[in-house]
């Protein structure tokens, strides 16, 4: 499957982002998505994740109330709409696909596929 992902860039803290992520080359409504970010000297850590249906979410604390993840199966495209944005979420943003314990995978050692990554930088 390749992932790319698409949207980061500088804002100002308090400010807002949209990413996204077109998936191919595999059947996207089969996947489990979801969201990581890294930040430099920092592991990759979990932000969001959603299930096939985009029925059930789950979010880091760091990002819950502020994040939302959501996807279309029929674009095969996952979003991560991020406000308040805080300088903290600065970091490397990579789409994942085929989350091995589902929407409560939270450790970047259960994913299957990972996207390119795109920067959010966020001033403050």
């Known amino acids: 499957v390749q992932l790319q992902a698409s949207g980061g860039g500088l804002v100002q803290a308090g400010g807002s982002l949209r990413l996204s992520c077109a998936a191919s080359g595999r059947a996207f409504s089969r996947d489990v998505m979801g969201w990581f970010r890294q930040a430099p000297g920092k592991e990759r850590e979990f932000v969001a994740a959603i299930s096939r249906s985009g029925g059930s979410t789950n979010y880091a604390d760091s990002v819950k109330g502020r994040f939302t993840i959501s996807r279309d199966n029929a674009k095969n495209t996952v979003y991560l709409q991020m406000s308040s944005l805080k300088p903290e979420d600065t970091a490397v943003y990579y789409c994942?696909?085929?989350?091995?314990?589902?929407?409560?995978?939270?450790?970047?050692?259960?994913?299957?596929?990972w996207g390119q990554g795109t920067l959010v930088t966020v001033s403050s």
């Open positions: 994942a696909a085929d989350l091995g314990f589902g929407v409560l995978t939270t450790t970047q050692y259960e994913v299957n596929y």
